[in-house]
C-alpha cells in the first residue's frame, strides 16, 4: 500500500539551513504537504506543491519535488529557535478523501 | 472565523466508560475526517464525511462510531473505551471545489487517556 517515509529526528544550530526528507511510494499523489506541529498543537499547513511543479518557495521555505525518486524536501532557511517543532510529510490525490501521512521528523533548533 | 475546534481537549477515561468528541468548522467545508496520533506511527484515519448525513471508514475505525447531523459538526464515539485507544484525536476538514481543494485545516486535538 501506500507509505511516506521520514527520518524522526533532526537537529541543527540557530541560523543554519534545515533540510527535511520524505519519501513516498504513490506515483498517484496530485498535492505533497507540509505540517507543522508545535508542541500541545494541531497541524500547520506550512506548504504544499502540485506533483507537476519541481520547486516551490515561500520566504524561508523551499520546497523540492522529485517526482521520479518520489522524493520531497523541505528546506528552511536561517533556522530559527521558533521552527522547532515536528513537521509532518503527507500526500493526497486529488478528488478522493485519501491522505496520507508521514511518521513527522522532530526539529530540534541549537541556540 | 474560529476554524477548526474540537472539545475537550483533555479527557481521562476508565476502561469501559462511553465519551464524544466534538469537532466543529464554521468555514462551510464539505468534508470532515478524524485522525488519531500515536508516537512514532504519524496519523491514522478513523473516519471520515464527505457531507451533512455521510460517513465512512477510514484506516483504523474499530472501536469508534461517528455522526455527521449537520454540516458544521463531526462527532467520534467511543462507546466502551479501551487503553489503547489512549492517544491524540484531531478533527479536519477541507473544501470541496475551488482553488486549494485539497487542503485540510486541523483543530487544536483532544488528548484522551483510558485507564
Known amino acids: 500500500g501506500e507509505d511516506v517515509e521520514q527520518s524522526l529526528f533532526l537537529s541543527v544550530r540557530e541560523g543554519d539551513s534545515s533540510v527535511i526528507n520524505c519519501t513516498y511510494t504513490?506515483?498517484?499523489?496530485?498535492?505533497l504537504y507540509w505540517y507543522k506541529q508545535e508542541p500541545g498543537a494541531g497541524l500547520q499547513l506550512l506548504t504544499y506543491?502540485?506533483?507537476?511543479?519541481d520547486m516551490k518557495q515561500d520566504q524561508r521555505l523551499t520546497v523540492l519535488l522529485n517526482k521520479k525518486d518520489k522524493h520531497l524536501s523541505l528546506r528552511i532557511a536561517d533556522t530559527q529557535t521558533g521552527d522547532s517543532a515536528i513537521y509532518f510529510c503527507?500526500?493526497?490525490?486529488?478528488?478522493?478523501?485519501?491522505?496520507?501521512f508521514g511518521t513527522g521528523t522532530r526539529l530540534k533548533v541549537l541556540a | 472565523n474560529a476554524g477548526v475546534t474540537q472539545t475537550p481537549k483533555f479527557r481521562v477515561l476508565k476502561t469501559g466508560q462511553s465519551m464524544t468528541l466534538l469537532c466543529a468548522q464554521d468555514?462551510?467545508?464539505?468534508?470532515m475526517y478524524w485522525y488519531r496520533q500515536d508516537p512514532g506511527m504519524g496519523l491514522r484515519l478513523i473516519h471520515y464525511?464527505?457531507?451533512?448525513?455521510?460517513?465512512a471508514k477510514g484506516e483504523v475505525p474499530d472501536g469508534y462510531n461517528v455522526s455527521r447531523l449537520k454540516k458544521q459538526n463531526f462527532l467520534l464515539g467511543l462507546e466502551s473505551a479501551a487503553p489503547s485507544q489512549t492517544s491524540v484525536y484531531f478533527c479536519?476538514?477541507?473544501?470541496?471545489?475551488?482553488?486549494?481543494?485539497?487542503?485540510?485545516?486541523f483543530g487544536p486535538g483532544t488528548r484522551l487517556t483510558v485507564l
Open positions: 506543491i502540485f506533483s507537476n511543479m
Open positions: 503527507a500526500e493526497s490525490t486529488g478528488g478522493t478523501y485519501k491522505y496520507i
Open positions: 479536519a476538514s477541507r473544501i470541496s471545489g475551488g482553488a486549494d481543494t485539497d487542503t485540510q485545516y
Open positions: 468555514m462551510n467545508h464539505e468534508y
Open positions: 504513490d506515483s498517484s499523489s496530485t498535492y
Open positions: 464525511s464527505v457531507g451533512e448525513g455521510t460517513t
